[in-house]
């Protein structure tokens, strides 16, 4: 079992930036690939970006460029920096972690203002 805890959202004007951080707690020590969604009202949840064990990345097209996964394997923890900030990137972003199966955090919103 993992329990994640994501912190780091919050209110930004267009341009700015955040970094978005999330711990797991429990059993963290088979953790495989971490990454960062996001959901919007009325929306599904969509992948913003991911990060395998051996630290490849993958990112949605609408953030390459703006947005930088990484990981700290020894602390079970994940990060989203994310620069050059536009009001579409307004959505409660949640982390999510395989180990067995997915865990996901509770989510943090990230409102960006034009």
């Known amino acids: 079992q993992l329990q994640l805890v994501e912190s780091g959202g919050g209110l930004v004007q267009t341009g700015g930036s955040l970094r978005l951080s999330c711990t797991a707690s429990?059993?963290?020590?088979?953790?495989?690939?971490m990454g960062w969604y996001r959901q919007t009202p009325g929306n599904q949840r969509e992948l913003v970006a991911s990060?395998?064990?051996?630290?490849?990345?993958n990112y949605a097209d609408s953030v390459k460029g703006r947005f930088t996964i990484s990981r700290d394997n020894a602390k079970s923890t994940v990060f989203l920096q994310m620069n050059s900030l536009k009001p579409e990137d307004t959505a409660v972003y949640y982390c999510?972690?395989?180990?067995?199966?997915?865990?996901w955090g509770r989510g943090t919103q990230v409102t960006v203002s034009s």
């Open positions: 429990g059993n963290r020590y088979s953790i495989l690939d």
């Open positions: 999510k972690m395989y180990s067995v199966r997915d865990y």
């Open positions: 990060i395998t064990l051996g630290l490849r990345p």
